[in-house]
């Protein structure tokens, strides 16, 4: 049988986790297991414009879950950090989870801009089938970050991850 976030420690930390790179960051904080789907939702967003992707089934499919696809499976191959874009312009991270030899799933934020990045506003307006002008709106100003603060994330995260493995390795 697979092992799951569950068996690593409570649903609670892994929330718990979210919550605080969120705060942290302000970013789509989210927990994937090992075929890619969220254990929990993301305890808020970055910005208005993943939020309607996100609940969009086309933008869901075709800007979201390809990126945590490709770079899911990145990470595994790599067992590290991976940093990208998504389809739609925003960066992500992907942080692989491993128990032992076995890849969990994976842990890492979205949402958030490159000082220097710019969205994909025509092919997430073609995606969701609506204006550039309403995808603008949506975006609103986003948070940008510099190549030092998406390092300092996921440097943030590797270690959580790292003590939460450790804490079951105690008990």
Known sequence: MATGFTDIAPMEKWVELAREVYDRFGCNAVTMDRDNNPVH?????????????KAHREGSK?????????LAAEAKQLKE???EECNGGFL???VPVFLGDEFVGTVGGCGLLDEEGEIDSL???D?????????EDL??????VTNDEVDEM????????????????GS
């Not at 075709?62 to 490709?70: F, G, L, M, R, T």
């Not at 991850?161 to 079951?168: N, Q, Y």
Request: net charge positive; aromatic share 4%.
């Open 127 to 135: 995606t969701l089938g609506v204006s550039q002008e309403e995808i």
């Open 81 to 83: 950090s991976v940093i």
């Open 62 to 70: 075709y800007i979201c879950a390809v990126s945590q696809q490709n």
């Open 154 to 169: 996921g440097s943030f995260i590797e270690r959580r991850v790292g003590e939460i493995l450790s804490s079951r390795a």
């Open 41 to 53: 939702p993301p305890p808020s967003w970055a910005n208005q414009l993943c939020k309607q992707i």
């Open 123 to 125: 092919l997430i307006a």
């Open 92 to 94: 992500k991270i992907v």
């Open 139 to 144: 975006l609103g100003d986003p948070k940008r």
